[in-house]
């Protein structure tokens, strides 16, 4: 049974940094596909990041401005978030796919808000 555990939301200014981890419980993490989402109030969620063994994929709306990092020896990923802006603020939530599996874990979230 696959577990993830979201952590590293807070209140941040605009401009400003945030560094997300989320941990994964299971087997195989290193082949496991690791996404960011994210869900605003009224909102459907939407994809932020992904991590796919030896592939990253970013939403258009945080290219440039988010990295994806994954450290396998810890079973974690990770999401730095730079230039933060008042459109980020949302619930982020990490999802696990293993290699194999048809159903994808999701965690409880973190709750990020960007605001002077």
């Known amino acids: 049974q696959v577990q993830v555990a979201e952590s590293g939301g807070g209140l941040v200014q605009p401009g400003g940094s945030l560094r997300l981890s989320c941990t994964f419980s299971g087997d195989m993490f290193s082949t496991t596909i690791m996404k960011w989402y994210r869900q605003a109030p009224g909102k459907a969620r939407e994809f932020v990041a992904s991590s796919n063994v030896d592939k990253t994929d970013y939403a258009d709306s945080v290219k440039g401005r988010f990295t994806i990092s994954r450290d396998n020896a810890k079973s974690e990923i990770y999401l730095q978030m730079n230039s933060l802006k008042p459109e980020d603020t949302a619930m982020y939530y990490c999802?696990?796919?293993?290699?194999?599996?048809?159903?994808?874990?999701w965690g409880r979230g973190t709750q990020v808000t960007v605001s002077s």
């Open positions: 999802s696990a796919l293993p290699l194999g599996q048809w159903v994808t874990s």
